[in-house]
């Protein structure tokens, strides 16, 4: 046997597959038993009873072709499962490579053997890949995968922090995902923003406006107002400013650099902030929009979503209202 361009994942493998066609062809060579422990798929494939386990030896490699699996994807696979760290390191985890992986750890029911690796990637993949089609990605990962607390995290994720202009691009990727479901998404999203923009713009015209101002002729622009907005939305986690319209963004933005003093005929002078109602009063207007909105976008249950309805008769692997 020649080993001109085969990937020795297994050095001593009994196996050679051969996955994809034509010039995306990969051969890697990979243990058979290795494989039947991780996949009980492959555990049926080896066994004696089919073509494919039978006379297995490391001395003359049997090959499988694979053509239907993704080269790459499958490549990674078996280096997983085969504890190959060094190079699963050297890998560049695109979108679409995960997507396949996902795929392909489906297909073999490997969930529980790979999920450490998974969990490593989600993490990097929720710091690293564009907000928008890089989270769709994820979503329809954790949904191929049928793995309920990453479809929670992603679909809240989606929906809070894709940027405004974007919603109707993320129904041009190809996913797995409804339609309906991308759809129904967007339109929370687009709603939980116009709360949100609806009482900053209040907020900002109460504090700038000079309506904040009537309670005291003291008064001028509140600057401690601004800062307390900003802090109210880390609060909620609606900042940073992908959340909101950039026009808005940048008034919120202001009240980073902003003075903590109030201007008091061109002097500087304390704020009583602590005491000022009005203040208190535009503070709980964004509070109030803020959770209500983070309520419109929590995750999605995916047991309920796979069955078309809320279930109630507590089979969900996740507890919620």
């Known amino acids: ?18 996955a994809g066609t034509a010039e995306r062809a990969r051969r890697l ?54 504890l190959q760290g060094k190079r699963v390191s050297e890998y560049s985890l695109s979108p679409a490579l995960l997507r396949s992986y996902a795929i392909l750890v489906d297909k073999y029911d490997a969930y529980w053997s790979v999920f450490q690796s998974l969990e490593l990637w989600f993490k990097d993949a929720r710091l690293q890949w564009p907000p928008g089609a890089g989270r769709v990605i994820l979503l329809d990962t954790a949904y191929i995968l049928n ?54 713009n209040k907020t900002l015209t109460w504090c700038i406006g000079g309506s904040m101002r009537g309670h005291d002729d003291d008064c001028k622009l509140c600057n401690w107002n601004l800062r307390h907005m900003l802090e109210c939305l880390e609060e909620q986690k609606l900042w940073p400013p992908e959340m909101l319209p950039s026009a808005v963004a940048t008034c919120v933005l202001f009240a980073t650099v902003a003075k903590d003093v109030t201007v008091v005929a061109n002097d500087l002078a304390p704020c009583a902030y602590s005491e000022c109602a009005n ?4 503070l709980q207007l964004i509070r109030d929009a803020a959770k209500e909105a983070n309520a419109l976008c929590r995750g999605l249950c995916l047991d309920c979503f796979r069955a078309g309805e809320k279930m109630t008769d507590g089979s969900c692997r996740m507890q919620h209202d």
Do not use: W
């Open 1 to 18: 046997m020649s080993s001109t361009n085969i990937l020795e994942i297994a050095p001593e493998g009994d196996v050679i597959f051969i």
């Open 29 to 82: 060579r990979v243990s058979s038993h290795i494989l039947s422990i991780a996949s009980p798929v492959f555990r049926n494939m080896f066994s004696t009873k089919y073509s494919e386990g039978q006379g297995l030896s490391g001395d003359d490699p049997k090959e499988i072709p694979l053509p239907e699996d993704d080269p790459l994807a499958l490549e990674l696979f078996c280096a997983v499962t085969h």
């Open 147 to 200: 793995d309920h607390r990453h479809f929670l995290e992603f679909s809240n994720l989606l929906m809070v922090m894709t940027p405004v202009g974007d919603g109707d691009e993320l129904l041009l990727h190809e996913t797995l995902l409804p339609k309906t479901l991308l759809t129904m998404m967007i339109q929370r999203a687009q709603t939980a923003r116009q709360m949100i923009v609806e009482a900053i």
């Open 279 to 282: 203040d208190r009063t535009s």
